[in-house]
């Protein structure tokens, strides 16, 4: 994965977790979503990374 790429994933769930640490106060169901959000953008990190390295191994079977 390039340098670029896992930034913008590293920032957003940074951003993500910061949202819910900031809505702990004021809603739990922001705390929820934002921390649904946090876990997605997670895993859809390590999904790209792993795409990438297949496609970078030739893909085969």
Do not use: D, E, Y
């Not at 957003?12 to 649904?36: D, E, K, T, Y």
């Not at 959000?37 to 990374?49: D, K, N, Q, Y």
């Amino acid at each position: 994965m390039s340098k670029p790429l896992s930034l913008f994933f590293s920032v957003l769930a940074i951003v993500f977790m910061s949202a819910m640490a900031v809505s702990i106060s004021h809603n739990g169901w922001l705390v929820l979503l934002f921390g649904l959000l946090s876990l997605f953008t997670i895993g859809a990190g390590f999904i790209v990374r792993a795409k990438l390295r297949r496609k970078l191994q030739g893909g085969g079977q």
